[in-house]
């Protein structure tokens, strides 16, 4: 096995021959992603669907959970994008108000959902622990999902008074009734439940979660490289003809109208009086005198 370095939150490894692994490395904040782990995440996905060796693509993560969502902490997060060259055609991340954050969203958050989904390569996400918020904008993208016995998947965005994440993908992968319980209670979805409403292809104990990425990475690496990027195409062109591009974009769009709404009652993205008082406290945020 292979490994790179070149990343700071990303490790980039070809455990044998035809298959790639994008393992997210940030285990000390359960993977939090700021702006700099996606933009790796993404440069990891471009490396590996350039790649004419690489058949298959592997999503793990190294720690206890997969992912607990966007780094809410994250300072001058329009300066970190700067740093990277792709940003300086983008003109929306220089102007102020709801436009800057409108344009980073749809770069760095659905952009990048979205082109994940796209990579005309089987991806198979490996999820194990806590999988929060944006952590389902990394695994819904991919087109196979192996989850250790563990695992839950969770959308708690409408108690922080926005109506679900960037990449709203939540009816095509568990239907309407449920995608309305998982929104409005924030509760949290069993890997059982999810297997049997069908966003999960399998369920294995957490120690045979690697191993279980693998033995399906091989099974689909055997098949032909151009029947199966046209037989992805043809899955994902259906869902887009059913309205799913549409529906993305609109709730891409009210979701920006949240945003701007808690920014201009809390001067804050979101709905700080559904915050967790600990994560309040950590970002700082006062809601009266008496804290």
Not at 50 to 73: E, Q
Not at 102 to 124: C, D, H, Q, V
Not at 128 to 151: E, R
Not at 230 to 236: H, M, Y
Request: glycine share 6%; proline share 3%.
């Amino acid at each position: 096995m292979t490994a790179s370095t070149e990343f700071q939150y990303i490790v980039y490894e070809t455990p044998e021959a035809g298959i790639a692994r994008i393992v997210l490395n940030r285990p000390e904040t359960a993977n939090a992603q700021d702006t700099r782990f996606l933009y790796e995440l993404n440069a990891a996905f471009d490396r590996a669907a350039h790649d004419d060796d690489i058949r298959v693509i592997i999503l793990a993560a190294n720690g206890k959970h997969f992912s607990s969502g966007h780094d809410l902490a994250e300072k001058n997060s329009y300066e970190a994008m700067h740093d990277h060259a792709t940003v300086g055609t983008m003109c929306g991340f220089t102007c102020a108000g709801a436009e800057r954050q409108m344009a980073r969203e749809e770069e760095i958050y659905l952009g990048f959902s979205e082109r994940w989904r796209n990579i005309p390569k089987p991806t198979i996400a490996a999820v194990q622990g806590k999988c929060i918020a944006g952590g389902l904008m990394l695994v819904w993208p991919c087109d196979l999902i192996i989850a250790s016995d563990d695992a839950s998947f969770t959308d708690p965005t409408v108690s922080f008074g926005v109506g679900g994440v960037e990449f709203f993908h939540h009816l095509w992968e568990v239907g309407a009734r449920k995608a309305k319980e998982m929104l409005f209670t924030s509760d949290a979805l069993s890997a059982a439940d999810a297997h049997r409403l069908g966003m999960v292809n399998q369920v294995v104990p957490r120690e045979e979660l690697a191993e279980a990425a693998l033995v399906m990475a091989r099974k689909v690496a055997a098949k032909s490289r151009f029947a199966l990027k046209l037989t992805k195409k043809a899955i994902n062109g259906a869902q887009d003809a059913q309205g799913r591009e549409l529906a993305m974009q609109n709730a891409f769009h009210l979701h920006q109208l949240a945003h701007t709404h808690w920014l201009k009652l809390y001067d804050f993205l979101m709905d700080p009086t559904g915050l967790p008082e600990a994560t309040r406290r950590a970002l700082g945020i006062k809601l009266d005198a008496a804290e």
